[in-house]
């Protein structure tokens, strides 16, 4: 997808009218990029993020350039309380050379562990990755269908694709899994005889 920005000012009472006109200000930078401060559509952005989410490869056309940049999402600040975007920082890449993203975690399986007894709690969302431009994932998978006992699922078992490396500690944990009802129903077995 390619968004269009413009070159603006930098300082905070710009940015509040910038965003108060319907834009997001933000920043493209880059290794060997001088950093370019930039304003893009507030709606355009969020349909964006919307649609593919963070991780993934943006062509966005800067007013007066020739030719768009390739850039992916680094950060999204959002307001705490209206959760609109505030600030977005583009990474520009080089498509010849790695790059670090956060993409989110999938978890597959879920109704099977379920139809086991087994209750499936989320601990990690997102993990970082590193690829090629390329090569960047929709997301990294963590297949919990074969779960038979309770006990965490760490990120040594997140599945990614080929050229894609998972950069979190693979002793993190990504799910934890325990049995539905466990300690209450084994309370009410080993309570007082009436």
């Known amino acids: 997808m390619q968004l269009e920005a413009t070159p603006r000012g930098t300082g905070s009472r710009a940015s509040r009218r910038l965003r108060q006109a319907g834009f997001v200000p933000g920043i493209i930078y880059g290794p060997g990029v001088e950093p370019l401060a930039v304003s ?22 800067v007013e007066g350039e020739a030719n768009p940049r390739q850039v992916v999402i680094k950060q999204l600040q959002r307001d705490i309380l209206t959760q609109q975007v505030t600030h977005v920082d583009f990474l520009q890449v080089d498509m010849n050379r790695t790059i670090t993203l956060t993409v989110p975690i ?30 960047i994932p929709e997301a990294v998978t963590l297949d919990v269908s074969g779960l038979t006992e309770p006990g965490p ?21 990504v799910v934890s899994c325990t049995v539905i ?13 009436a």
């Open 153 to 173: 699922v760490t990120a040594a078992s997140l599945s990614a694709p080929p050229g894609v490396r998972v950069l979190e500690d693979p002793d993190t944990v």
């Open 40 to 61: 893009v559509r507030s709606t355009q952005l969020e349909r964006l993020v919307e649609r593919q989410g963070r991780g993934h490869l943006i062509h966005v056309q």
């Open 181 to 193: 009802g466990g300690g209450e129903e084994e309370e009410a077995s080993t309570g007082p005889a």
């Open 106 to 135: 999938v978890v597959v399986g879920e109704e099977q562990a379920r139809r086991r007894g087994l209750l499936i709690t989320h601990e990690l969302d997102e993990v970082e990755v590193e690829c090629r431009p390329t090569e």
